[in-house]
Protein backbone atom coordinates (compact mmCIF):
# COMPACT_ATOMS: atom_id res chain seq x y z
CA UNK A 1 0.00 0.00 0.00
CA UNK A 2 1.46 3.38 -1.14
CA UNK A 3 1.37 6.08 1.80
CA UNK A 4 2.42 9.80 1.65
CA UNK A 5 3.08 11.68 4.04
CA UNK A 6 3.36 15.68 4.10
CA UNK A 7 5.13 17.64 6.73
CA UNK A 8 6.73 21.36 7.01
CA UNK A 9 3.87 23.90 6.83
CA UNK A 10 2.85 25.64 9.55
CA UNK A 11 1.93 29.68 10.24
CA UNK A 12 5.22 32.46 8.86
CA UNK A 13 4.47 35.90 7.75
CA UNK A 14 4.75 36.93 4.17
CA UNK A 15 8.66 36.67 2.69
CA UNK A 16 9.24 33.95 4.49
CA UNK A 17 9.73 30.64 3.80
CA UNK A 18 9.38 26.74 4.28
CA UNK A 19 10.02 23.72 3.32
CA UNK A 20 7.76 21.25 3.16
CA UNK A 21 8.64 17.32 2.79
CA UNK A 22 6.68 14.42 1.52
CA UNK A 23 7.96 10.70 2.82
CA UNK A 24 6.99 8.12 -0.07
CA UNK A 25 6.39 3.93 1.33
CA UNK A 26 5.14 1.18 -0.38
CA UNK A 27 6.50 1.96 -4.25
CA UNK A 28 9.51 2.09 -5.55
CA UNK A 29 9.51 5.76 -5.30
CA UNK A 30 12.51 6.43 -7.74
CA UNK A 31 10.30 5.14 -10.51
CA UNK A 32 7.89 8.08 -10.84
CA UNK A 33 7.41 11.60 -11.31
CA UNK A 34 5.94 13.38 -8.38
CA UNK A 35 4.32 16.57 -7.69
CA UNK A 36 3.04 18.97 -5.55
CA UNK A 37 -0.45 20.95 -5.22
CA UNK A 38 -2.50 23.08 -3.07
CA UNK A 39 -6.00 23.76 -2.70
CA UNK A 40 -7.14 27.33 -1.08
CA UNK A 41 -10.53 27.65 1.24
CA UNK A 42 -13.16 28.07 -1.63
CA UNK A 43 -11.12 26.88 -4.47
CA UNK A 44 -10.22 23.90 -6.40
CA UNK A 45 -6.87 22.05 -6.16
CA UNK A 46 -4.31 23.26 -8.34
CA UNK A 47 -0.68 22.14 -9.36
CA UNK A 48 2.30 23.82 -7.96
CA UNK A 49 5.52 21.82 -9.66
CA UNK A 50 6.27 18.40 -10.72
CA UNK A 51 9.56 16.63 -10.25
CA UNK A 52 11.17 13.67 -12.94
CA UNK A 53 11.80 10.24 -11.29
CA UNK A 54 15.40 11.25 -11.76
CA UNK A 55 15.32 14.67 -10.55
CA UNK A 56 16.54 16.05 -13.19
CA UNK A 57 13.58 17.57 -14.49
CA UNK A 58 11.33 20.15 -12.96
CA UNK A 59 8.19 22.10 -13.71
CA UNK A 60 6.42 24.55 -12.18
CA UNK A 61 3.26 26.72 -12.46
CA UNK A 62 3.63 30.39 -13.85
CA UNK A 63 2.72 32.21 -9.80
CA UNK A 64 5.67 30.13 -7.93
CA UNK A 65 8.22 29.77 -10.52
CA UNK A 66 11.59 32.00 -8.89
CA UNK A 67 10.12 31.49 -5.93
CA UNK A 68 10.09 27.54 -4.85
CA UNK A 69 11.57 24.99 -5.69
CA UNK A 70 11.12 21.08 -5.92
CA UNK A 71 13.86 18.42 -5.22
CA UNK A 72 14.03 15.08 -4.65
CA UNK A 73 16.04 12.71 -2.17
CA UNK A 74 15.12 8.89 -4.26
CA UNK A 75 17.45 7.35 -1.27
CA UNK A 76 15.22 8.97 1.22
CA UNK A 77 12.12 8.31 -0.44
CA UNK A 78 11.53 12.24 -0.20
CA UNK A 79 10.32 14.86 -1.89
CA UNK A 80 10.57 18.37 -1.60
CA UNK A 81 8.94 21.97 -2.07
CA UNK A 82 11.42 24.85 -1.40
CA UNK A 83 9.13 28.09 -0.54
CA UNK A 84 10.88 31.47 -0.60
CA UNK A 85 9.05 34.66 -0.85
CA UNK A 86 5.99 33.52 0.33
CA UNK A 87 2.59 35.57 -0.33
CA UNK A 88 -0.62 35.73 1.76
CA UNK A 89 -2.08 33.97 -1.89
CA UNK A 90 0.31 31.20 -1.28
CA UNK A 91 -2.10 30.12 1.65
CA UNK A 92 -3.45 26.62 1.10
CA UNK A 93 -3.25 23.04 2.18
CA UNK A 94 -0.81 21.30 0.11
CA UNK A 95 -0.18 17.76 -1.36
CA UNK A 96 2.15 15.73 -2.46
CA UNK A 97 1.50 12.78 -5.31
CA UNK A 98 3.00 10.52 -7.42
CA UNK A 99 2.61 10.39 -10.87
CA UNK A 100 1.61 7.53 -13.23
CA UNK A 101 5.01 7.14 -15.02
CA UNK A 102 8.38 9.06 -14.72
CA UNK A 103 7.87 11.77 -16.40
CA UNK A 104 5.67 13.32 -19.33
CA UNK A 105 3.88 16.24 -20.90
CA UNK A 106 0.57 15.82 -18.96
CA UNK A 107 2.23 16.92 -15.47
CA UNK A 108 -0.23 19.53 -14.28
CA UNK A 109 -3.62 17.69 -14.46
CA UNK A 110 -4.82 15.86 -11.40
CA UNK A 111 -6.07 12.43 -13.13
CA UNK A 112 -2.44 11.84 -14.17
CA UNK A 113 -1.83 11.26 -10.01
CA UNK A 114 -2.56 8.09 -8.60
CA UNK A 115 -1.95 8.19 -5.05
CA UNK A 116 -2.02 11.36 -2.62
CA UNK A 117 -1.01 12.64 1.02
CA UNK A 118 -3.43 13.86 3.63
CA UNK A 119 -1.86 17.64 2.84
CA UNK A 120 -0.30 20.07 4.91
CA UNK A 121 -1.88 23.88 5.81
CA UNK A 122 0.68 26.86 4.93
CA UNK A 123 -0.19 30.17 6.18
CA UNK A 124 1.21 33.21 4.88
CA UNK A 125 0.08 36.16 6.84
CA UNK A 126 0.39 39.78 5.63
Known amino acids: QVQLVESGGGLVQAGGSLRLSCAASGRTFSNYAMGWFRQAPGKEREFVAA????????YYTDSVKGRFTISRDNAKNTVYLQMNSLKPEDTAVYYC???????????????????WGQGTQVTVSS
Open 97 to 115: ATHQTRWGTKLAGMGEYDY
Open 51 to 58: ISWSGRST
